[in-house]
């Protein structure tokens, strides 16, 4: 796996994945930037929110569940020093789907957790206390 990070102006890069797709990162006007992308620790919980957003729908598929959307509120708390880094995330799941077997879906979050999704282990490993709950909905 790779990836390019390439420096535009003041703030402002263009993150490249491997597999050709690009990412407009920048900072906020207090540093230079202009305001044109996401801050880089933006992007971990957003890293972070749609690796286990992938796991929790995949597992909810395999297991035959109605689900009809699916979204990840993802929070971050940093340090108040420097380096500021996360010390908590915490990931609520919004699931949609007529008829959601509960025990399922726990199921699924908790598997994504604890086994699959590799940022949210990667983060833990490094400390950062990572938390999880779920909200099930109905369609409308």
Partial sequence: ?????????????????????????????EIGGRNLGA?????????????????????????????HDCFVEVEGKRADTEPKV???IHLKFVITGKGLNENQVKRAVELSADKYCSASIMLKRGGVNVTHSYELREPA
Avoid: Y
């Fill in 1 to 29: 796996m790779q990836a390019r990070v390439k420096w535009v102006e003041n703030s402002a890069f263009i993150g490249e994945s491997g597999s050709n797709h690009a990412i407009v990162i920048d900072g906020p006007p």
């Fill in 39 to 67: 801050r880089p620790m933006e992007l971990m919980l957003i890293s972070v929110g749609s690796c286990s957003a992938v796991d929790v729908v995949m597992i909810l598929k395999k297991a035959r569940q109605p689900i």
């Fill in 86 to 88: 996360f010390t908590d």
